[in-house]
């Protein structure tokens, strides 16, 4: 069983930037691929990154490419999400989630273990 914990949501503007972070407990966190996923009201839960276990091999929606950069840092079980030039569109609750695979995936499917999620709200 692996918990996560997301945090560093809020409310910013347009343009700014916000890195959310992902705590994972429990069962061994190095051999786990990685994904962000965010849900805006009235709206499926869209997949934003994700990153294999080694955090060598990233993949990214085309709607954050270039804005956002997933990152893991094994030995504090932790995974980043580094969003920069926020747009209004962004807002969302954001999720963290974790596979028992070390391969990355981008189908919310494909994810065993999710956090509570953590709303992230872009002014315009």
């Known amino acids: 069983q692996v918990q996560l914990v997301e945090s560093g949501g809020g409310l910013v503007q347009a343009g700014d930037s916000l890195r959310l972070a992902c705590a994972a407990s429990g069962r061994t966190f190095g051999k786990n691929a990685m994904g962000w996923f965010r849900q805006a009201p009235g709206k499926e839960r869209e997949f934003v990154a994700t990153i294999n276990w080694s955090g060598r091999s990233t993949y990214y929606s085309d709607s954050v490419k270039g804005r956002f950069t997933i990152s893991k840092e094994n030995a504090k079980s932790t995974v980043y999400l580094q969003m920069n030039s926020l747009k209004p569109e962004d807002t969302a609750v954001y999720y963290c989630?974790?596979?028992?695979?070390?391969?990355?995936?981008?189908?919310?499917?494909?994810?065993?273990?999710w956090g509570q999620g953590t709303q992230v709200t872009v002014s315009s």
């Open positions: 989630a974790a596979r028992r695979q070390i391969a990355m995936w981008s189908g919310p499917g494909g994810y065993d273990y």
